[in-house]
């Protein structure tokens, strides 16, 4: 009874409540640590000056071992248990550093993806800095976005298989995630190669980037079946060779001459993508047409007036030159005519003027003689 006594003497009245934030995590106030114990702490290693904080320290080790085990097991049979004993922290750590095991899945993620996508987004940047007016080529475009992935891959193999095995384990949750933090990546590349290859219709540019991913993973996943198969003769090293093989790769594909196929749906008997891309190819033929047509008619319009023009000063010549004739002709007749005419008559007048007086004289002559004659017999006669 004396024992019972002195022990429940030592017992406190009211028992310690564990202050919580807002947000139902452990307060690190008053030297409550993430084991729930106080003065207890995530990290058994002592701080030594100059080391990082604790607390960042465990939480990197964390990280690490998520990633490693996640690559190894998979996320959904990997445990908090587990994870915590290999980072050689306590149980209660990971919900005190980040909630909950889909928060932690989630920063394994976020700490490797969002410094590729903002390297990807700035090689994208100096490559369009680079091109000026013009959108940059394919291969630069695809340059930009494999680049900081194939680096990546050196550097931690295990997050890329962590990514290979996200696309076959059913956590829809995850995937949502996953493809919402290549939002902004996605957005900026898919303007960048429509502005690159107009002429690929949306559809078929969709499926071709499709593509190119499922390469790219499988490049992450399945490089040792490629140096099997190939004896030795296709090697991951170094990592430029293999960026150029998927770069070359990738552009043949997406500037592939698109080829629409026609799919029975409903009474139409064509797809809505088939109707939509030959509507678009018949407005361009149509524009092009009407252009064509502006350009003739213009050109046309500067030919036949420059044509007219020298056609009318030729033909004016040559009319001018007949018409001159004829008219000379037919005026040189006519002052002829009436010339010859008036000259005609005043040559006869005179003429006939001067032969009148010349007969008339002659006349008055021999008529004169004669009378004399005649008179100078009679008077003869009379005088004998």
């Known amino acids: 009874m004396l024992f019972l ?9 009211k028992p310690h409540r564990r202050p919580r934030s807002s947000g139902g995590q452990t307060r690190p106030e ?17 701080a030594s000056p100059g080391a990082a904080p604790p607390e960042k320290d465990t939480k990197n080790r964390l990280l690490d071992a998520a990633e490693e085990l996640f690559a190894e097991n998979g996320i959904h049979a990997t445990s908090l248990r587990s994870i915590t004993s290999r980072a050689q922290a306590n149980l ?7 909630g909950s095991k889909e928060a932690l899945t989630e ?5 490797h993806l969002d410094p590729i996508n903002s390297e990807r987004i700035e090689l994208l940047n100096r490559a369009e800095r680079a091109a000026g007016h013009r959108p940059p080529s394919v291969k630069e475009i695809l340059h930009s976005f494999f680049d900081p992935t194939i680096k990546l891959w050196r550097e931690h193999p295990a997050f890329m298989r962590i990514l290979g095995r996200l696309q076959f384990e059913p956590n829809k949750s995850l995937h949502v995630f996953y493809l919402s933090q290549f939002s902004e990546v996605l957005a900026r590349f898919k303007a960048a190669v429509t502005r690159a290859i107009p002429r690929v219709p949306l559809r078929d540019l969709f499926w071709r980037m499709h ?41 043949a594909g997406l500037r592939a001459r698109s080829r629409v196929i026609a799919r029975p749906r409903g009474k139409v008997g064509r797809s809505v993508d088939s109707v939509q891309g030959n509507r678009r190819r018949a407005a361009r033929r149509a524009a092009r047409r009407r252009a064509a047509h502006r350009v003739a008619r213009r050109t046309g319009q500067r030919t036949d007036k ?79």
Request: with cysteine; proline share 3%.
């Open 5 to 13: 006594k002195s022990a429940s003497s030592k017992r406190p009245s």
């Open 30 to 46: 008053s030297g409550w640590g993430p084991s729930g114990r106080r003065g207890a702490s995530a990290n058994p290693v002592p």
């Open 92 to 98: 209660a750590a990971v919900n005190y550093h980040f």
């Open 107 to 111: 920063a394994v993620f976020k700490r």
């Open 211 to 251: 593509f190119v991913m499922g390469a790219m993973v499988h490049t992450w996943t399945c490089h040792s079946d490629l140096e099997y198969v190939s004896e030795g003769l296709c090697t991951v090293e170094p990592h430029e060779a293999v960026l150029d093989q998927i770069v070359v790769f990738s552009d």
């Open 306 to 384: 420059r044509t007219g023009q020298r056609t009318g000063q030729r033909t004016g010549q040559r009319t001018g030159q007949r018409t001159g004739q004829r008219t000379g002709q037919r005026t040189g007749q006519r002052t002829g005519q009436r010339t010859g005419q008036r000259t005609g008559q005043r040559t006869g007048q005179r003429t006939g003027q001067r032969t009148g007086q010349r007969r008339a004289q002659r006349r008055a002559q021999r008529t004169g003689q004669r009378t004399a004659h005649r008179t100078g017999s009679r008077t003869r006669g009379e005088r004998s």
